[in-house]
């Protein structure tokens, strides 16, 4: 049976153990029990159980088509579930509806293909949101929109349109259009794989930055430097399962599972 409350654990369960780092003693903000998801036949979360505290950096690693981007994309039902519960900030994620869309606002999404709106200019695409979904006054919007665009470094940018950006410019762009809903937590979705090489370090400075001011994250990433220096709890999935979790500098130092070692052992050594 399923938990009642998000920080208890499920009726039969050993209760979990505290997270690497917890910085509020009150509840966590993003919670997922007992999580499944299938593609089909292709059973790709497995009984997947999750706390990140607010303020936290998560960093999610493991091989491609290990159910990371999609475990991302559940936190805030972008990709809904079979079975199982997610709360975000106290309240149980429902399937749709208003209530689904007002909780989903408050969760920031940054994705690999930046998914910024072509025909329109760079202030336009991060002063959308606000103006449509929060109501904001458009002056308003655009003034706090140019605040975080000088923020993430492309201020200089704000009337030219996505096309006329570098990749990493138009990455900027989209964390900047997601910190203007005034997110609560912010999920990264391979946030730099498609990037040039010489773009990542650009995006992964704000990222970093963000997660110094205290935003609570989940980064799935294969950017390991990352998650040594900026994460508080690396995971490692395989096969839809978590797999191994530990503050970074133990995960890296000190593998507990072979699978994680095994992977470990051909991304650092190449």
């Given at each position: 049976m399923a938990p009642t409350r998000p920080d208890g654990p499920a009726a039969g369960e050993a209760e979990p153990a505290p997270a690497a780092v917890a910085t509020d003693p009150g509840e966590p903000m993003i919670v997922m029990r007992q999580v499944d998801k299938w593609f089909g036949d292709l059973h790709v979360l497995r009984d997947v159980n999750l706390s990140v505290a607010r303020g936290e950096v998560v960093v999610v690693i493991g091989p491609s088509g290990s159910g990371k981007s999609t475990l991302c994309r559940t936190i805030n039902r972008l990709e809904p579930i079979g079975s199982g519960q997610i709360w975000f900030d106290g309240q149980e994620l429902p399937a749709e509806g208003r209530a689904l869309a007002r909780l989903r606002s408050e969760v920031g999404m940054v994705f690999q293909a930046f998914n910024l709106f072509a025909h329109k200019t760079v202030l336009a695409n991060v002063s959308l949101g606000p103006i449509r979904v929060r109501r904001e006054k458009p002056a308003a919007a655009r003034e706090r929109?140019?605040?975080?665009?000088?923020?993430?470094?492309?201020?200089?940018?704000?009337?030219?349109?996505?096309?006329?950006?570098?990749?990493?410019?138009?990455?900027?762009?989209?964390?900047?259009?997601?910190?203007?809903?005034?997110?609560?937590?912010?999920?990264?979705?391979?946030?730099?794989?498609?990037?040039?090489?010489?773009?990542?370090?650009?995006?992964?400075?704000?990222?970093?930055?963000?997660?110094?001011?205290?935003?609570?994250?989940?980064?799935?990433?294969?950017?390991?430097?990352?998650?040594?220096?900026?994460?508080?709890?690396?995971?490692?999935?395989?096969?839809?399962?978590?797999?191994?979790?530990?503050?970074?500098?133990?995960?890296?130092?000190?593998?507990?599972?072979?699978?994680?070692?095994?992977?470990?052992?051909?991304?650092?050594?190449?």
């Open positions: 929109a140019m605040a975080l665009l000088d923020r993430v470094g492309i201020a200089d940018q704000a009337d030219k349109y996505p096309a006329q950006l570098s990749g990493g410019q138009q990455q900027r762009a989209a964390i900047a259009r997601a910190l203007a809903m005034q997110p609560k937590a912010m999920l990264f979705d391979e946030p730099t794989s498609a990037l040039d090489p010489e773009m990542v370090g650009e995006v992964l400075d704000v990222m970093t930055s963000l997660a110094e001011d205290g935003m609570t994250m989940v980064v799935v990433t294969h950017e390991m430097g990352f998650a040594r220096h900026a994460a508080r709890r690396a995971i490692f999935m395989a096969d839809g399962e978590l797999v191994e979790e530990a503050p970074p500098a133990e995960f890296f130092a000190h593998p507990r599972s072979d699978r994680l070692k095994d992977f470990l052992s051909k991304i650092l050594t190449h």
